[in-house]
Each structure stands twice: as C-alpha cells, then as structure tokens.
C-alpha cells in the first residue's frame, strides 16, 4: 500500500456490465481500491466485486462491508476466497456490524463479540488450522476446514466503525478501519487518537457528487446524505447535528459527504489527508449522472491529490 491511497465504492445497485465499465475508467484514472457496498436491501456485493474483479488488474477490491449477523462466518470466508481467487489475490474481507438490522428483527446485539468471533472462523478458515474454535456466538468443530485450497492463507481485514470498542479491535488485528459515512477531519484525528501506537490505517468515506455546477451537485448530496445522516449523525462525538432541522447546512454537509465542484473536492480531501486519513474513498452516486461523476473524479480530482 503506498502511503496515501483513493477509492471509489459503488453501491450494488446496479445492472450486470455496469461495474466492469466503472470499474475500468476508475482503474485507468489511477484509483488504488474499488469497493462495494452490502446494505440491507441492495444486491449482495459478491458478484458485482466478481465482476469487477475481472474487469480490472491492480487495484484492490472488497466489500465494505459484510456484517456476521446476516452473512455466517463460514460464509463470509468462502466469498472471500472466492473473490481473492477471481482477483488474483487483490481481496480484502471488510466487517461491520450493519445498520437497519431491526427492520428485519436480525439480533444485532454484541457487535464487539460477533466481528471478533467471525474474524476468527474466517481466519482459520482461510489458514486450514482445524483445531476448532468455541466461541460465544459461533463456534467450529475439530477437524473442520474449507474443502478447497484459498489462493492465499490470510487476507487483509478493514473493520468498519466508529465505535471506540471496535476501533481498538481494529488497532490490534484489522490493516485498516474505515468510517463510513465520514468526511471531517475532527473526526478522522479523534480516531487516530483512539488507535494509539497501531500501524491500521484510517479510511474515510462518504456520499459523493460532483459536478462542474457546484451548486447542483450540493443540492443533490444533501439529499443523498439525509437518507444515512440519522444512522452516522450521533456517532460523531466531535459535532452537534440536529438531524430533524429543516435543511442540512453547509457546515453539515461537508462534515458527511464530499459535494461540489472537482476542485472543492479535492481540496476537501486534502484537508483528511492532513487530518491522519490514509485513504479518502469516494461514494455513491459520484455524480448527478454516475459515469460522468467517476470521469471527474479521475481526470480532475485524482490529479490534485496526487503527491
């Protein structure tokens, strides 16, 4: 990993062959990392990453993220090996404890217990130790092991939260922690604070639009951000956000979501950068006509941040 990195994340909303072309213009414009996202009620992540595996060569790929409490760790472990084998080894496996859970009455209770626990089946797994684990949520039997050889025996975790008790859990086994939902640089150094002396690395992603008409590309991230600013808002101990105000504000605006003009954007970015992140990942929807949005990003914001 070079020391400071771009991603664009995708949501899986999308119709087969429409990752592989926006994954090709962001691997040509240099992107480090392609993610996708697994909300609740979206397409799962596995096979839009498939494709996008395919359709590109060097940039790292992965869902940000599973969460163990409706994906089982054995589960989650045979996508992983799957997408590392399709990639050629360029997977990560990023973990989180989901959100809206509660719609569809999914016990999400111990969120600290059941990312530590799924981590550890996964990595077993994908190692081929059989020695078993009991846990207090999932467990493996003796004897248990994939029945297929993973390309490799450990993939890279990203633990996403903002959390302080899953942030340490972070420090100590994850080679990044991503914030998702996050674009203030308080909040990037609050979790750096947190992390300690650990070498994981800080990811910051949110909404994004950009546009050459600034205030239009605004317009519409405010309204992509009210659908998430109540799950991410409370979770930020650096801000006060009044999420029932009538209108998010500018100041709220930039603290959750990267909007405007490329060159707004850029110098947004830069200033997490400066914070202590070390990978600023762009979101959905990228731009007022998607395509376009990723095109700006990579011919005009990517070059200003590159060192």
């Known amino acids: 990993m070079s020391a400071r990195e771009l991603g664009l994340g995708l949501q899986s909303n999308k119709r087969p062959g429409d990752y592989a072309v926006l994954a090709a213009i962001a691997e ?7 993610t996708v996202f697994n909300d609740l009620f979206f397409q799962p992540a596995l096979p839009a990453l498939l ?11 992965g869902p940000s993220c599973l969460n163990p409490f409706t994906v089982h760790p054995v589960e989650i472990a045979g996508q992983t090996a799957a997408l590392d084998l399709a990639s050629n080894g360029r997977a990560f496996l990023g973990l ?3 959100a809206w859970l509660d719609r569809v009455g999914v016990d999400a209770s111990r969120p600290l217990t059941a990312i530590r626990e799924a981590w550890e089946v996964v990595r077993r797994l994908l190692a081929g130790d ?7 949520r999932f467990s493996l039997q003796p004897g248990n092991t994939l029945a297929y ?4 025996r450990e993939v890279p975790l990203l633990v996403g939260t903002w959390s302080p008790r899953l942030t340490a859990f972070a420090g100590e086994h994850a080679a990044e922690l991503k914030l998702g939902g996050c674009a203030n640089p308080a909040m990037v150094r609050l979790a750096r604070e947190r992390l300690g002396s650990s070498e994981t690395r800080i990811v910051v992603g949110a909404v994004t639009v950009v546009d050459e008409d600034d205030a239009a590309a605004r317009a519409l991230a405010r309204d992509e951000v009210a659908l998430y600013l109540p799950v991410v808002a409370g979770h930020d101990p650096t801000v006060d956000v009044d999420v029932n105000a009538p209108e998010i504000s500018d100041q709220v605006l930039d603290l959750f979501a990267f909007a405007g003009s490329p060159e707004r954007i850029a110098e947004h970015a830069e200033a997490l950068f400066a914070a202590g992140a070390d990978r600023v990942e762009f979101g959905t929807p990228h731009g007022i006509d998607e395509r376009r949005g990723v095109d700006l990003l990579g011919t005009r914001v990517l070059p200003r941040l590159r060192l």
């Open 149 to 152: 050889e993973p390309l490799r």
């Open 51 to 61: 494709e996008i595996a395919r359709a590109t060569e060097r940039a790292r790929v």
């Open 28 to 34: 040509d414009a240099g992107f480090d990392v392609i």
């Open 96 to 98: 989180a404890a989901g």
């Open 130 to 136: 059989d020695s078993g684990f009991e846990g207090e």
